[in-house]
């Protein structure tokens, strides 16, 4: 069903935000509380704000299933990807060879008590966003599914 | 090259299914005939890793894997204080028993299914499923972590539930898929809560670590009961049965031969609680577990050959045969429990009826998967599992008869099928240890024969019907499935021998050895 107005354009406002919020709670995830599930979670709330406010058939358009089921496949492996990669640094199943060796997550961590760099921990955020990208896909397919039962009434 | 992925095995024993399961539906855009492929080759890597891990481990003893460690052999980081603080898998003699078992079975399930779902819709789903299942399977009896097994506990629940209702058949599968989920569940939730308990007391979550720390308290007790009820259902052990009928019968066939599979994990995680985190020599009451394992099978096998009878639904049938045969893996291993802390009874026959409880814990899942594969292929091609509608099958279908027949001599124990030698073995142990029992198991032995009498009869004796005119034998590649597993129940029967020496012996060991099982970890005491 359409919802007024008001409701619409105040989810299409929310909804980049919602984005944004998740990607940066998926970012953090090594830092601060949350991580890949919770973070992909908030982004699948951003849809759920657009598939409240708006009819299902509108909404499939723009939020196709098939492209959300990409997600969560290919998260899932990029996830898989990373713990293999750990063989090919000469370590275990999900051995963080990334940690300190420099690159995009690569800085050594400081010593002593400090609030944390973003470009630290290696395997860790890559996991998290691998997660993330899975959390999105795989709980946007599951509101899509519930929501293509519901029936058009007639206020 | 081949040595350090030798040492990664345990690692890719759970990475190929998994990659394998997440990368299906992406081949699945490329059509059908790159997902069969592809669920080939990874059903064929997976059972290599299997099959390559357990032959390492019964030529070397146990493996370690430290998953995210620099090595893979270090339990104990240098700067841990002597805790190991990572995911650990290990795998002993027994857990690479379990593993041969998973590997072949999900290779023959794999096989059978391309041919069998092939005019199925949402296969993405179905193999994905199939995959996750056995990694949990594959995980449940190779981790030796306790929270982790409790999550690849879960993934095979959750797995094994959405595959029963799978193909929803009016609304009965779903009945049974729902049911599965409920009580895997529930059965679930209680372990965890288990955990939980133990884990408050020892701050570790490493069996091993756990193991050594023990201090038999009242809550260390009432974490075994939420354990040890839980596992027991999951395995199917009257009376916590009542899912397995529902849930056997109305699952696709291939998957219910690996929900086979799924509840013998189940039992193993049973075993390995009761022997390994609790099975100090002085402190464990092992009289009173022991006669819990020994009456839960005893009543499991009786109860469940006695309901399996009348019933006119062969896949429901057989479920109660699931049932009445995981009685005797309880009865076997039950008594070795009961001895335990008496050495000599323990020489003398606790360790026979361990190796028969154990032994037929991997016949049981060949013959009784081959039989579920064989009513799945008499499903398939006459679209019906009722036993008094079926009949004269034997012209059509001469491979799915013979493969049948061999599975059904092996469930009932008639020489020289796998299922007479380790049925001897617990009949010879039990008989030491209760004679009534001893008689039970043969009595149900009997009833067994005379249940698969009836349905061999039914299903595939008679002249020719005319409303099964157009069946003919199924597709090859649910033959070469069934083929892996008749040609284990045959193998294994001719040489019972070799597998009990090579495979069932260390096991039993392996069970027994707690110290060796911590040592394993934490190193010499």
């Known amino acids: 069903m359409n919802m007024t107005k008001i409701v619409r354009t105040t989810a299409d406002l929310f909804y980049p935000f919602c984005l944004v919020f998740g990607l940066y709670v998926v970012l953090h995830g090594h830092l601060t509380p949350g991580g890949g599930f919770q973070g992909g979670a908030v982004m699948a709330t951003g849809a759920a704000l657009l598939l409240v406010s708006r009819r299902y058939e509108d909404i499939t358009r723009s939020l196709r299933q098939n492209t959300m089921k990409l997600c969560e496949a290919v998260g899932l492996l990029m996830f898989i990807t990373a713990g293999l990669a750990g063989l090919f640094a000469g370590g275990a199943f999900l051995y963080n060879g990334l940690a300190g060796a420099g690159g995009l997550f690569g800085e050594p961590v400081a010593f002593g008590a400090n609030p944390g760099g973003l470009n630290t921990a290696g395997l860790i955020p890559l996991l998290n966003i691998a997660v993330g990208i899975e959390v999105l896909g795989g709980l946007t397919v599951i509101l899509l599914y519930m929501l293509s039962g519901v029936k058009e009434t007639e206020p | ?51 390559a891990l357990a032959a390492r481990v019964f030529a070397r003893g146990t493996v370690l894997y430290v998953f995210g460690a620099a090595a893979p052999h ?9 805790i190991p603080i990572r995911i650990i898998f290990q795998v002993d003699a027994l857990g690479a028993l379990m593993v041969v078992i998973a590997s072949l079975s999900s290779l023959a399930i794999a096989l059978y299914s391309l041919a069998a779902e092939s005019r199925q819709s949402g296969k ?31 993934i095979s629940s959750l797995a094994g539930a959405a595959l029963v209702a799978y193909r929803i058949d009016k609304g009965e599968a779903v009945e049974g898929g729902l049911k599965y989920a409920l009580l895997s569940t529930v059965g679930a939730l209680s372990v965890l809560m288990a955990i939980g308990i133990l884990f408050a007391q020892y701050n570790a979550l490493n069996i091993a670590t756990v193991a050594s720390r023990l201090r038999f308290g009242s809550l260390d007790m009432i974490a075994l009961v939420l354990l040890a009820v839980p596992l027991a ?41 009761l022997f390994t985190l609790y099975g100090d020599l002085l402190r464990f009451n092992w009289a009173v577990f022991g006669w819990f394992l020994v009456i839960l099978g005893a009543l499991s096998a009786f109860v469940g050959v006695t309901m399996a009878i009348p019933q006119k639904d062969v896949k429901r049938l057989m479920a109660y045969h699931a049932v009445s045969q995981t009685g005797y893996m309880l009865l076997g291993v039950g008594v070795g429990l009961a001895v335990f802390a008496d050495a000599g009874a323990l020489a003398a026959y606790g360790k026979t009826a361990m190796a028969g409880g154990l032994f037929h814990i991997i016949n049981h899942a060949m013959y009784k998967g081959l039989l579920f594969l064989t009513a799945g292929a008499v ?21 799915t008869m013979v493969f049948f027949m061999i599975g059904a001599l092996a469930i009932a124990g008639i020489p020289p099928f796998n299922g007479f030698a380790s049925k001897l073995l617990i009949y010879e142990s039990v008989f030491r ?24 009869h039914s ?42 020496d090579r495979m069932i012996a260390p096991a039993v060991n392996a069970l027994v050895d707690r110290a060796g099982y911590i040592a394993a970890i934490l190193g010499g005491h």
């Open chain 2, 1 to 51: 090259m081949m040595d350090s992925l030798a040492l990664h095995l345990p690692a890719l024993l759970v990475a190929i299914p998994l990659f394998t399961a997440f990368l299906i539906p992406l081949a699945g855009r490329a059509g059908d005939t790159a997902r069969s492929a592809l669920v080939l080759l990874g059903a064929a890597l997976t059972s290599l890793a299997g099959l």
């Open chain 2, 74 to 82: 270090a339990a104990i980081p240098m700067d841990s204080g002597g």
């Open chain 2, 124 to 154: 993405d789903g179905f193999y994905s499923m199939l995959f996750l299942l056995v990694t949990g399977v594959l995980g449940m009896v190779s981790t030796g972590d306790l929270f982790n097994f409790f999550v690849f506990l879960e």
């Open chain 2, 233 to 273: 259902m999951k395995c199917g052990a009257v009376p916590m049965h009542f899912w397995t009928p529902d849930t056997y019968t109305t699952a696709p066939s291939s998957i219910t031969a690996l929900l086979v599979v799924s509840s013998q994990a189940s039992l193993y995680g049973l075993f390995r609680i």
């Open chain 2, 379 to 399: 499903f398939y091609r006459t679209g019906t599992r009722n036993l008094n509608r079926l009949g004269g099958l034997g012209h059509a279908m001469p491979w």
């Open chain 2, 433 to 456: 240890f209760s004679p009534f029992l001893a008689i039970l198991a043969m009595v149900v032995s009997i009833l067994t024969l005379a249940s698969f009498v009836k349905v061999f």
């Open chain 2, 459 to 500: 299903m595939f004796m008679g002249p020719p019907r005319a409303e099964f005119a157009g069946v003919r034998e199924v597709p090859a590649p649910m033959i070469a499935g069934m083929a892996i597993l008749a040609a284990f129940v045959i193998l294994a029967g001719l040489v019972p021998q070799v597998f009990v």
